[in-house]
């Protein structure tokens, strides 16, 4: 069953479309998406994200188990991010160590949807609050990443490092205000005016996102060398760190939440590693990471890992107890 969800996410024509900006590069093509329409783009992914999990958000009634979920995925959503950050970056340079670690601080929303199709071929239901629980962790990571290649970037430059002006630049930051605000939004809007722009956050999102991950795998086929310049670490970091967040989190929700598909749920987003917000954010915030690290990474190594060998482990765990 494992190797039917890899096949089919292998055929998602946004996948893809980043599998063909890598072609376009190694056959030298001038296929090029203009700088303009690329940030475009990318402004609105992160819109569309954030306003979809305020919406989702909105239409639900909190209670211990709810709690319980927001506080995990929340907790991992920052502390992920932290400690592989200084593990990146005894590697990495600090910009591109932000930027990963960001990326596998936030989430997959491909991840999260095959895991959803993982859970009712195994006669589970998924709780709609979950999707509230993953819009809520794409935030925080990026603030992370950002806030810590902001501090150790004064550092380098012997400049003063005051925390409070370094968080208040990585929180009021475009692109994570954005994604802030768009689910601030989300949450306050009635469903009757969220319908009116049902179109334009719901219907184009996926043309829009296979034309971004064209533009990501154009970027990315340019530096892709760069991922293979520092030898094994980083793909031994997109396998190993994320399997071990995931078994982690199956591990800890046995303890706080009763449902098993829960429990599965926050392994799998503690695992996943995003590959659409976080890339989007990092193009606008933080421009001198390499795109050829932080996209290849979660898309063409943690994504299959996870849904081939991770999914069958998280869902052990979680159903341990």
């Not at 239409?59 to 991992?76: K, M, N, Q």
């Not at 290649?149 to 630049?169: A, D, G």
């Amino acid at each position: 069953m494992n190797f039917q969800l890899l096949s089919d996410n292998l055929t998602n024509p946004a996948l893809l479309f980043f599998v063909l900006g890598i072609i376009a590069v190694y056959l030298r093509s001038d296929l090029e998406i203009p700088s303009n329409s690329s940030k475009f783009i990318s402004i609105y992914l992160l819109f569309s994200i954030g306003f979809k999990g305020g919406q989702e958000l909105s239409h639900e009634t909190i209670d211990r188990e709810i709690l319980y979920c927001f506080i995990l995925g929340l907790s991992s959503s920052i502390l992920i991010p932290y400690y592989t950050f200084y593990l990146l970056k005894t590697k990495l340079k600090l910009h591109d160590a932000g930027a990963i670690a960001a990326s596998y601080g936030s989430v997959s929303a491909v991840t999260f949807v095959t895991a959803s199709a993982y859970l009712e071929g195994l006669g589970q239901h998924l709780e709609g609050h979950m999707v509230a629980v993953m819009a809520l962790m794409e935030s925080p990571a990026i603030i992370v990443g950002l806030l810590m290649v902001s501090l150790y970037s004064k550092q380098e430059n012997e400049v003063n490092n005051n925390k409070s002006k370094t968080l208040s630049h990585a929180m009021t930051n475009g692109s994570v205000l954005l994604i802030i605000g768009s689910l601030l939004i989300g949450f306050i809007t009635t469903t009757k005016h969220a319908e009116g722009i049902k179109p334009f956050t719901n219907d184009i999102f996926k043309g829009f996102l296979a034309i971004f991950l064209l533009d990501m795998g154009i970027m990315s086929g340019r530096k892709l060398n760069s991922m293979f310049s520092y030898g094994s670490f980083p793909l031994l970091f997109a396998l190993i760190i994320p399997l071990l967040n995931g078994c982690l989190m199956a591990y800890l929700a046995n303890y706080f939440v009763e449902s098993i598909a829960n429990r599965f749920i926050l392994a799998v987003l503690a695992a996943s590693a995003s590959y659409i917000a976080v890339p989007a954010a990092m193009k606008i915030a933080n421009p001198k990471a390499d795109p050829g690290l932080y996209l290849p990474m979660p898309l063409a190594l943690t994504f299959p890992m996870n849904i081939t060998l991770g999914f069958p482990i998280y869902y052990s765990i979680a159903t341990y107890f």
